[in-house]
């Protein structure tokens, strides 16, 4: 690697939405005509502050029928941004179809006005290009955005998958039963005092809608609501109680790290990570955290500690580690690393494989090692698939090559080497034992041709259920494997310098040591890494070499590690002493790779009727 000559990363470019041109029909208001509001206050940043949040605040009219029927009568939309109406736009639309008698008295829309309005292949576009790059308000946004698209659909175009805020459902949460009687537009724009009374016509009530928005925000602003991402998940589930906390997160840095829940006598409740603490922390204290078991640890947070982190994999890292480290009660996943379980290659005079929790330092004895596996389950999947390939015996007992005892079930019906009744010595039982050997450490190539033989005729004589076993006891082999392989690999390396070049045109740089992260640091664009990297290997932790195939560290962090490692861009940096770091030719990587390739085929009848695979989709 040459850490001094990153590759640039392009920096995407800003586009910038224009206004339709529209039709005569189309009425487009220019900015210097737009009505002013006052402009919203500045808000900390968490998310997307809503001041520099672009909304367009839509309405319908419509002929009342099926949404898939698209029977728009007319569009009208105000765009706002910071409190601020930059635009207006405003169309009727020819649907096709009678307005019925109920609905024109209504809107007032009669079908004679209809008859020189534009389409609806020329007004949907229009609109959605007035749109594009916004958030789109609507009150009761289900409704209106329904009809716009059952009209792309009909119209043959992607629907643009906007960001959508429901004001109904916004009142519904932030207005309290005895303030307004319901939250229908009409009631919600005289309690709020709106400039523009509804009337069914939809630019006036997208204007009245406008007020109405900007009410409801200044309302949830008090509560703590100041991004888009709090707005759109906003309920009122959130308690006061929990909304006052927000006050925890106020001291933490707004950098990448971890960060720890602790209740009032310290003990861990929750550890979590992020690329900015603070925001990330006080989004627990808002309605975009919807985790049921979050709102209950919330409830009980007395204080939060915070540890920068250089580099988003260092922050992985001990994330990890503090979770086994602490069990916090509201951590899931990674609290209980011992849990995990290996298929072992005994070290003995008649070696048998055997799930186990535990790594030995016994491999010089003979013993080998398959996995982790997370649960028992599997790892006996990948028990039956070695064992069915190399045929072991199965007997649990400990047996002396000088004396024999009664023979198993499965001695007498010829399935087992038997050597508990001298069927076999310890030379003629060895060439099982070195084929299970290497099928463990670095040839798979026997495990794979028996149990595809066995797939093969199984699905022959048409027992696919029974295929399918064999074959996820095959897969859970087969990843067990490659994941051991690449595990050892890595713990065989006393030390390991890498870099990736970051989005700013620096560098990320990590020392690993025996699979452990020893050290994260990150160079500067522009900025000569070599200092960077000599400093962060003086400083870097000293990693004892394990006992055994297994990493330095927990499994799964070396996993996360080796992910890393593996991503685009790494580049190893050259050290004091070369690295040999290598997997087996014939190792089990390649045939997850094939099983991966198969699992994504299927059998298909030719018209000889026979069977063959093709790739699925």
């Given at each position: 690697m040459s850490p001094a000559d990153p590759t640039p990363t392009p920096h995407e470019g800003v586009r910038r939405s224009t206004a339709p041109a529209?039709?005569?029909?189309?009425?487009?208001?220019?900015?210097?005509?737009?009505?002013?509001?006052?402009?919203?206050?500045?808000?900390?940043?968490?998310?997307?502050?809503?001041?520099?949040?672009?909304?367009?605040?839509?309405?319908?009219?419509?002929?009342?029928?099926?949404?898939?029927?698209?029977?728009?009568?007319?569009?009208?939309?105000?765009?706002?941004?910071?409190?601020?109406?930059?635009?207006?736009?405003?169309?009727?639309?020819?649907?096709?179809?009678?307005?019925?008698?109920f609905i024109a008295v209504l809107t007032g829309i009669t079908d004679a006005m209809l008859v020189d309005a534009p389409p609806l292949a020329v007004a949907v576009p229009a609109f959605l290009e007035f749109a594009t790059g916004a958030v789109l308000v609507a009150h009761n946004a289900p409704y209106d955005v329904s009809f716009l698209k059952g009209a792309c659909a009909r119209l043959g175009r992607a629907w643009p998958d906007h960001a959508v805020v429901d004001t109904a459902r916004l009142a519904r949460a932030v207005l309290l039963r005895d303030e307004v009687r319901d939250c229908k537009l009409g009631t919600l724009a005289r309690h709020f005092r709106a400039t523009t009374t509804p009337n069914h016509r939809a630019l006036s009530d997208a204007r009245a809608t406008v007020d109405v928005l900007h009410a409801l925000i200044e309302r949830v602003g008090t509560l703590g609501v100041h991004s888009l991402e709090e707005l759109a998940t906003y309920t009122s589930r959130v308690t006061p109680a929990q909304r006052r906390k927000r006050h925890l997160a106020e001291a933490l840095p707004d950098s990448p790290g971890v960060y720890v829940f602790r209740d009032d006598q310290g003990r861990a409740l929750y550890v979590g990570k992020s690329q900015r603490i603070r925001s990330r922390v006080r989004t627990y204290f808002t309605a975009s955290e919807t985790r049921t078991r979050m709102a209950e640890m919330v409830g009980l947070a007395a204080r939060v500690d915070a540890i920068a982190c250089a580099t988003p994999l260092e922050a992985e890292v001990r994330e990890l580690r503090l979770i086994g480290e602490l069990a916090p009660r509201y951590n899931r996943r990674s609290r209980h690393p011992e849990r995990a379980v290996w298929v072992k290659l005994t070290a003995e005079a008649f070696p048998r494989l055997s799930v186990v929790r535990q790594v030995r330092a016994d491999t010089d004895a003979g013993a080998a090692y398959l996995g982790p596996f997370g649960s028992r389950r599997t790892a006996l999947e990948a028990v039956e698939a070695l064992q069915a390939a190399v045929g072991l015996r199965t007997c649990t007992e400990r047996i002396s090559p000088r004396r024999t005892t009664s023979a198993c079930v499965l001695a007498e019906m010829g399935r087992c080497p038997a050597p508990c009744v001298g069927s076999v010595d310890v030379e003629g039982y060895a060439p099982l034992v070195d084929a299970a050997r290497r099928a463990l450490l670095d040839d798979v190539r026997d495990v794979e041709r028996a149990l595809l033989e066995r797939l093969r005729s199984l699905s022959a004589d048409l027992r696919y259920e029974e295929a399918a076993l064999w074959r996820d006891r095959l897969d859970a082999f087969a990843r067990g494997a490659a994941r051991a392989q690449e595990i050892a690999s890595l713990a065989g390396i006393d030390e390991l310098v890498a870099a990736r070049p970051t989005a700013e045109r620096g560098w990320e740089v990590h020392v690993v040591r025996h699979g452990r992260l020893a050290g994260a640091t990150t160079v500067a664009a522009g900025v000569d890494p070599r200092p960077a990297v000599d400093a962060l290997l003086a400083t870097a932790e000293r990693v004892e070499p394990p006992e055994g195939p297994v990493p330095a560290a927990l499994v799964e962090e070396t996993v996360r590690v080796l992910r890393w490692l593996e991503s685009d861009g790494v580049r190893l940096v050259p050290g004091p002493r070369p690295v040999a770091w290598s997997l087996p030719a014939h190792g089990a990587g390649g045939l997850v790779a094939r099983l991966l390739a198969a699992g994504r085929a299927e059998v298909v009848r030719l018209p000889s009727g026979e069977r063959s695979l093709r790739p699925a989709g």
């Open positions: 529209a039709s005569a029909a189309l009425r487009v208001e220019p900015d210097h005509l737009a009505r002013r509001r006052p402009a919203q206050p500045t808000f900390d940043d968490l998310g997307t502050p809503l001041a520099g949040v672009t909304f367009v605040v839509v309405d319908l009219e419509t002929t009342g029928g099926s949404p898939a029927d698209a029977g728009i009568t007319e569009i009208g939309a105000v765009k706002v941004r910071g409190g601020e109406i930059v635009g207006e736009f405003q169309t009727l639309v020819q649907p096709g179809v009678p307005v019925p008698a």
